[in-house]
């Protein structure tokens, strides 16, 4: 579980908070979106949840983060390392060696993974991030969107219990952005793993985080399952945030008809919900 | 340049050496060199040079940077022969020892500087870091230094010809100018180049360092580089060329 509490943090020779009161609870097997402008804060909760901030980042740091009972604050950084793993929006900072097999490797020899393992992970990472034909090219040779990849496989191979990743969908089409979330939500559900993923593409988080917080000016907005949240349509949209078509369209025939309508965020609740109107 | 550094896959005799044995090679040509002063035992080296890059199965590259190093190395020698004043004259002021002196510099200048291009191109710097931390018991931040440095070699460049684009969007004529123009053209880019190596740096630095930087030892590596009959041939045979530098 993921608990973090009254977290304020302001950097080093920053005068204005980078996060302000910030509190939210991701249970164990959670899935949690986050969501809004640039600015809002979102990177600096991935390092306060990582423990990069304060191990890394120095700065002013109140209230506390805690990681499967592991108190941030208190526990070293690889210690934290083991259990969370990390995937950078800069992806081309995030990878360190210059060959992709080198990149997956790397955590795997660090973190002491057993040798007969360590083959088994690496193609498994490979595989499940669908990237087996790369293995042996350099990443100077690889486009953007397959780096990206990489080093998704790369903390992949790891296989943390907690997995952050801020905007790894940045440089992906829309079929490899998909093919990531999928990815998250079968490690999500069958392995238990934990994700917070940082994403502007509302629609995948509508599809497939159960949880959403909305950061606006380094404080959460709003906080809860995804529904919930997106019944602030309007006020979403004031911050930038745009919903998902069919969410406005169940939101428009509310308005219309003068009676609640559920929430849809996929195309066929929508179906389903016209059907039964017409009838 | 992101060509030399380049790995270049293959299953020769030199790829199947331990990386720390083709270092080895590579710094018995460059003592040799220096040790010996027989105009025909340097060029032998040479040939030593270039037998090395055939050996690898480059030979295309290998005759790359041997014609790259020849540019250098005919200024380098008309240089000498006009700054040696002793010998007798044999051509307006060209002397005999100043030839002779010119020959060697120059023939040193190109064997050290080959074996280490050639071997590079054969070798995954992964491989080259990794057998120094295993082997020599190389300081695994001194590794992480020298592979990190290569691998950022083909992203500066990227970086660079993006802020040149960029540039060249808003009207600068890169293209047009040339020689010295040119450079006073490219030098204010560098400034935005280092700032944002500077940022990357220490992302970098936050991505190593949650991946357990700290927790690594030398017994980290997953690969292993076991010396065979192979590695002591290539040993015997430096040994050789550096004992027949010193004997001739």
């Known amino acids: 579980m993921i608990e973090v509490k009254d977290l304020t943090f302001t950097y080093k020779d920053e005068k204005k908070p980078a996060l302000q009161n910030i509190s939210l609870t991701v249970p164990d097997g959670g899935f949690l979106g986050v969501i809004g402008p640039a600015g809002a804060g979102k990177t600096t909760l991935i390092r306060a949840v990582s423990g990069m901030i304060p191990h890394l980042f120095p700065g002013d740091f109140y209230g506390s983060v805690s990681v499967n009972g592991l108190d941030t604050f208190e526990t070293s950084l690889p210690e934290i390392s083991r259990l969370v793993g990390t995937v950078f929006q800069d992806v081309d900072s995030q990878i360190i060696s210059p060959m992709v097999e080198d990149e997956l490797l790397y955590g795997l020899e660090n973190f002491g993974i057993p040798r007969e393992e360590i083959p088994v992970r690496m193609e498994e990472a490979l595989r499940k991030v669908g990237i087996a034909d790369l293995r042996d090219r350099t990443i100077g040779s690889l486009s953007g969107g397959q780096r990206q990849k990489v080093a998704i496989a790369s903390i992949v191979a790891l296989r943390p219990q907690v997995l952050l990743l801020d905007e790894p969908t940045g440089e992906l089409d829309p079929q490899s952005s998909r093919q990531v979330f999928s990815l998250l939500k079968e490690l ?40 919930s949240v997106l019944l602030h349509a309007e006020e979403l949209l004031a911050l930038g945030v745009n919903c998902p078509r069919v969410t406005t369209l169940s939101r428009i025939l509310s308005a219309r008809l003068g009676e609640e309508q559920p929430v849809c965020t996929r195309p066929e609740e929508a179906e389903a919900m016209i059907r039964r109107l017409i009838r | 340049m992101t060509d030399l550094f380049r790995y270049v896959p293959g299953n020769s005799v030199i790829h199947r050496l331990n990386p720390v044995t083709r270092l080895l090679v590579t710094i018995a040509v460059c003592v040799a060199a220096f040790v010996s002063g ?30 790259g190093l020849l540019k250098i190395a005919l200024f380098l020698f008309v240089l000498q022969i006009l700054l040696v004043r002793r010998g007798t004259p044999v051509l307006w002021i060209i002397t005999d020892e100043g030839l002779l002196t010119a020959a060697k ?144």
């Open chain 1, 188 to 227: 999500n559900e069958e392995q238990g793993t934990t994700v917070i993923v940082i994403e502007q593409k509302i629609m995948l988080l509508c599809e497939f985080s159960a949880q959403l917080a909305v950061l606006n000016q380094g404080r959460i907005a709003w906080q809860g399952d995804t529904r």
């Open chain 2, 38 to 67: 027989n105009l025909y035992y340097l060029a032998g080296l040479l040939a030593v040079d270039l037998l090395i890059g055939f050996i690898a199965g480059i030979p295309g590259k290998t005759l790359t940077i041997f014609k």
């Open chain 2, 105 to 248: 510099v120059v023939l040193r200048l190109v064997i050290v500087c080959m074996p280490l291009a050639l071997i590079l191109s054969v070798t995954k710097v992964s491989d080259l870091t990794n057998s120094l931390v295993q082997v020599l018991h190389v300081p695994y931040q001194y590794a992480f230094t020298l592979s990190t440095a290569i691998r950022f070699i083909p992203q500066f460049l990227e970086e660079m010809s993006m802020i040149m684009e960029a540039q060249t969007a808003r009207g600068v004529a890169f293209d047009k100018a040339r020689g010295l123009k040119k450079f006073s053209m490219i030098l204010p880019l560098c400034a935005p180049l280092l700032i944002s190596s500077l940022r990357r740096t220490d992302q970098t630095a936050a991505a190593a360092a949650v991946r357990g930087f700290s927790l690594r030892t030398r017994r980290s590596g997953y690969k292993q580089y076991p010396f065979t009959l192979l590695d002591l041939a290539a040993a015997l045979c430096s040994a050789l060329l550096i004992a027949g530098a010193i004997l001739l």
